[in-house]
């Protein structure tokens, strides 16, 4: 079930993201991290510079540089690296110092990744990172989403894309039911062919339906999550928890072959 589950790693250099806001900002203390992670059995380390959470605001281009660019160069070292981020300047800098993937929660960067010649992830979100929870609606969201993910996959690998994953894009502009049916339905989203990686690690949906409010006590949630993602076949789960994350994926698939 899970032999095929990579774990990506999230390493947000930033002050303000929703779950670990402030935690990595200093450039040292963000590489050591990210070194943590690869040893930890993470496949890929993304890391991101302009929080995408609830409500958030812009981040001047040349902030985002700063706080991304030194960490991706250092990191590129060690294993392979993704830059989260939905601007193209940040984009090609961080591929040119080493980034190896381009995680976009805008999907508007596949024919940028066609030029580059990197992995490019497509996630769907409605609205902006400000508007994107006021009254999301859908007539039905999974097939809305897919339909979504599948024109700008397929455009980007008209492109030149190497490789396109697709992410249904959960806690992004829809509500704990829209989460729901989207994790429900990842069948269809891995029957496309295409790669799905799935980020849901600490987000509110998780708090909702277990009641805990603080995004760091829900670990016990988001590895049932991962594990589920896996079981379904999703090919990456993004995730802020990558020892505990990636031990239960080891452990479930080592019950599956005995």
């Given at each position: 079930?899970?032999?095929?589950?990579?774990?990506?790693?999230?390493?947000?250099?930033?002050?303000?993201?929703?779950?670990?806001?402030?935690?990595?900002?200093?450039?040292?203390?963000?590489?050591?991290?990210?070194?943590?992670?690869?040893?930890?059995?993470?496949?890929?380390?993304?890391?991101?510079?302009?929080?995408?959470?609830?409500?958030?605001?812009?981040?001047?281009?040349?902030?985002?540089?700063?706080?991304?660019?030194?960490?991706?160069?250092?990191?590129?070292?060690?294993?392979?690296?993704?830059?989260?981020?939905?601007?193209?300047?940040?984009?090609?800098?961080?591929?040119?110092?080493?980034?190896?993937?381009?995680?976009?929660?805008?999907?508007?960067?596949?024919?940028?990744?066609?030029?580059?010649?990197?992995?490019?992830?497509?996630?769907?979100?409605?609205?902006?990172?400000?508007?994107?929870?006021?009254?999301?609606?859908?007539?039905?969201?999974?097939?809305?989403?897919?339909?979504?993910?599948?024109?700008?996959?397929?455009?980007?690998?008209?492109?030149?894309?190497?490789?396109?994953?697709?992410?249904?894009?959960?806690?992004?502009?829809?509500?704990?039911?829209?989460?729901?049916?989207?994790?429900?339905?990842?069948?269809?989203?891995?029957?496309?062919?295409?790669?799905?990686?799935?980020?849901?690690?600490?987000?509110?949906?998780?708090?909702?339906?277990?009641?805990?409010?603080?995004?760091?006590?829900?670990l016990g949630g988001s590895v049932a999550v991962a594990?589920?993602?896996?079981?379904?076949?999703?090919?990456?789960?993004?995730?802020?928890?990558?020892?505990?994350?990636?031990?239960?994926?080891?452990?479930?698939?080592?019950?599956?072959?005995?």
């Amino acid at each position: 079930m899970t032999v095929d589950c990579s774990v990506m790693g999230i390493l947000n250099v930033t002050p303000d993201s929703f779950s670990d806001g402030g935690d990595w900002r200093d450039h040292g203390e963000a590489i050591a991290r990210g070194r943590e992670m690869f040893e930890q059995g993470a496949a890929i380390v993304d890391v991101g510079g302009e929080s995408t959470r609830p409500g958030a605001l812009p981040v001047p281009e040349q902030v985002e540089l700063r706080r991304v660019v030194p960490v991706v160069e250092a990191l590129s070292e060690y294993g392979t690296v993704s830059i989260d981020t939905r601007h193209p300047i940040v984009a090609k800098s961080a591929v040119e110092h080493g980034a190896k993937m381009i995680n976009d929660v805008s999907a508007s960067l596949g024919e940028l990744a066609g030029r580059l010649g990197v992995s490019w992830v497509a996630m769907h979100m409605q609205g902006t990172p400000g508007s994107m929870q006021v009254s999301p609606h859908y007539e039905d969201v999974v097939s809305e989403v897919l339909t979504y993910l599948l024109r700008a996959a397929n455009q980007a690998m008209d492109c030149g894309a190497p490789e396109v994953l697709i992410d249904p894009g959960i806690g992004f502009g829809k509500s704990v039911a829209h989460n729901i049916e989207l994790l429900q339905g990842l069948d269809r989203f891995v029957s496309t062919g295409f790669p799905v990686l799935v980020g849901a690690s600490r987000k509110r949906f998780i708090g909702e339906l277990t009641g805990e409010p603080r995004p760091k006590e829900r670990l016990g949630g988001s590895v049932a999550v991962a594990l589920e993602c896996a079981r379904r076949g999703v090919g990456i789960v993004r995730v802020h928890d990558v020892k505990e994350t990636r031990q239960a994926l080891d452990l479930v698939s080592a019950l599956d072959h005995q």
